[in-house]
Nanobody
């Protein structure tokens, strides 16, 4: 089992910045992928950014150039730095970990609210 604890959400004005953190613990496979997804009211959950245990990254087109995903050298904490925030970035942000083993277990955090006011 893996536990994911998120922090860093909040209310910010358009153009502002926030940093989300997600600390993972438990049965983490050496080869894994961590990432952030978000879900706005009335919409499906969507990918924001991913980072592998080899530090390969991938971003949604809507956040490229504004958001940066990173992880600690110990690789059990992932961050999402969000700059130039827009009202359309308002959503609940969820941390995700995917173990890249044969079972491909996936785990989710509880979510953290990000609200961007115009």
């Amino acid at each position: 089992q893996v536990q994911l604890v998120e922090s860093g959400g909040g209310l910010v004005q358009a153009g502002g910045s926030l940093r989300l953190s997600c600390a993972a613990s438990g049965n983490i496979f050496n080869s894994n992928r961590m990432g952030w997804y978000r879900q706005a009211p009335g919409k499906q959950r969507e990918l924001v950014a991913l980072i592998t245990s080899r530090n390969s990254t991938n971003y949604a087109d809507s956040v490229k150039g504004r958001f940066t995903i990173s992880r600690t050298s110990a690789k059990n904490t992932v961050y999402l730095r969000m700059n130039s925030l827009k009202p359309e970035d308002t959503a609940i942000y969820y941390c995700n970990l995917l173990n890249l083993n044969v079972n491909r277990e996936t785990y989710w955090g509880q979510g953290t609210q990000v609200t961007v006011s115009s």
